[in-house]
């Protein structure tokens, strides 16, 4: 099972993706387990551990593991919104947040033949 950040960080990811024919993700798929490849699982877990671990500190006090972890999303992957458009919540560290997620690149994702969700790279 998933800890808080990361179930909200897929949710966030099933939210905001499509899917190979440009359905939203979250309309076929519900974040368990075993709807995705076992790397793309893996790394899901590794991202957000990785990301809670290093940086968690900075949302502590001002924002919950849901909003950070969805920001997580939105900021990784360039939507347009996220740590950096919230500097009302996480303050001076909003940047720090924000080049963070970056670090982390982008997480492309697809759905393979079989149904299951991984991702390019």
Known sequence: MFDDFTCHYITAMLWAEINNDGTPLDENYDGKPG??????????????KAFQEQYGHLWENVATDQ????????????H???????????????????????????????????????FCG
């Open 35 to 48: 709807e995705f490849t076992d790397r793309c699982h893996n790394q899901i877990i590794a991202d957000a």
């Open 80 to 118: 347009g919104d996220g740590f950096w458009a919230r500097p009302e919540i996480y303050g001076l560290n909003a940047d720090i947040l924000t080049n963070a997620a970056h670090s982390f690149g982008q997480f492309e994702l697809y759905i393979t033949d079989d149904g299951k969700i991984d």
């Open 67 to 78: 909003q950070a972890a969805h920001n997580f999303w939105l900021t990784r992957q360039g």
